[in-house]
């Protein structure tokens, strides 16, 4: 029988080579990505396409300048979007706005592909997390009160004055991403097979199964809703990316979990990263929340009604 120090060198042997694989892949998309996005936005050419959504921002409550902001986040991420709010002129209450938009619909191009990787249609993914932020906006512009408070915390926007300069501010943020990205993946394998050797994913899968069962999930899936709200969707998929491999949760359950978590994921980090600048936790939480139950019972709903019109 194997000692304690064996079974556990064991998993992290077996954890280096996925690792290793899965952080060469996301890097792939993320390093080539967020250079071209830090060009757009050096050539102001984010500037002008946020111009475009003018007119549909004014239906939510929400300055044309909003667009810059909600633009900046489909690309990137959410610390990019809250640093491009501290330059804008908005309150308290279209900053609330904004940042739920922003919460769904943020760094669209990486995680709609690690979606698309764990077997989702990424046109379905992409489409789904986009209107659905316009739709909670318009539902918080609904209901807000119209002074909402203000206490929004100062800052400042980077501008580089040549390439050269960005090119350098990019390569300094990139290493920081390897580093990152190779220590979480890493870290991240490890303790999956950690998690499967002492049996504790059984245990946590039972602990939240009626957490799941509320949310129209499977118990399958209660592990890998708990990865990406503590650590998200970028950082987590290494996890869910192996478990549909692996076949450990059905493309069924996997697909449903994508649904969810394309709307409310990263409960932790986002949500605090808001809060920080002064938006209030709730208005910012639970209708993430409500939306990601209703559409995941809709997709279960639809998919019952499926067999009847074949026979029809």
């Known amino acids: 029988m194997k000692t304690l120090s064996q079974r556990i060198a064991d998993c992290i042997r077996a954890a280096l080579p996925k690792a290793f694989k899965l952080v060469l892949w996301l890097l792939k998309i993320m390093l080539p990505i967020s250079l071209a996005v830090s060009l757009l936005h050096h050539w102001g050419l984010i500037a002008r396409l946020a111009g475009v959504l003018t007119p549909a921002f004014a239906l939510i409550g929400l300055p044309g300048e909003a667009a810059i902001v909600f ?3 489909i690309f990137v991420n959410i610390y990019a979007a809250i640093a491009v709010i501290a330059t804008l002129p908005l309150d308290l209450r279209e900053v609330t706005i904004l940042a739920l938009m922003c919460l769904i619909s943020h760094n669209l191009p990486v ?3 690690i979606q698309k990787k764990t077997r989702s249609s990424a046109l379905g993914m992409l489409a789904l997390r986009l209107s ?3 739709v909670a906006a318009m539902a918080l512009d609904a209901l807000l009160p119209a002074q909402l408070g203000a206490g929004l915390a100062a800052g400042q926007a980077v501008a580089f004055a040549n390439i050269g300069e960005l090119l350098l501010s990019w390569l300094a943020d990139a290493a920081w991403l ?3 990205i190779t220590l979480i993946v890493t870290g991240l394998m490890i303790l999956q097979n950690l998690l499967k050797e002492f049996n504790i994913i059984q245990k946590l899968s039972r602990l939240f199964a009626p957490l799941m069962g509320l949310l129209g999930l499977s118990r399958a899936s209660a592990f890998l809703w708990l990865v ?3 650590l998200g969707l970028a950082y987590g998929s290494a ?3 192996d478990a549909v491999e692996r076949n450990e949760i059905s493309a069924a359950d996997a697909n449903r979990l994508n649904y969810h978590i394309a709307i409310n994921h990263s409960l932790l980090e986002d949500t605090l990263l808001f809060v920080a600048i002064g938006v ?3 208005w910012i939480t639970f209708p993430r929340i409500a939306l990601a139950m209703a559409v995941v019972w ?6 019952r009604l499926r067999p009847v019109k074949e026979e029809e």
Not at 298 to 303: H, K, L, N, S, Y
């Open 71 to 73: 633009i900046t986040s």
């Open 111 to 113: 995680e709609t592909l």
């Open 132 to 134: 659905t932020s316009f």
């Open 178 to 180: 390897i580093l990152k």
């Open 228 to 230: 990406a709200q503590i």
């Open 239 to 241: 996890i869910m990316i």
């Open 280 to 282: 209030p936790a709730a």
């Open 298 to 303: 809709g997709v279960r709903a639809v998919a």
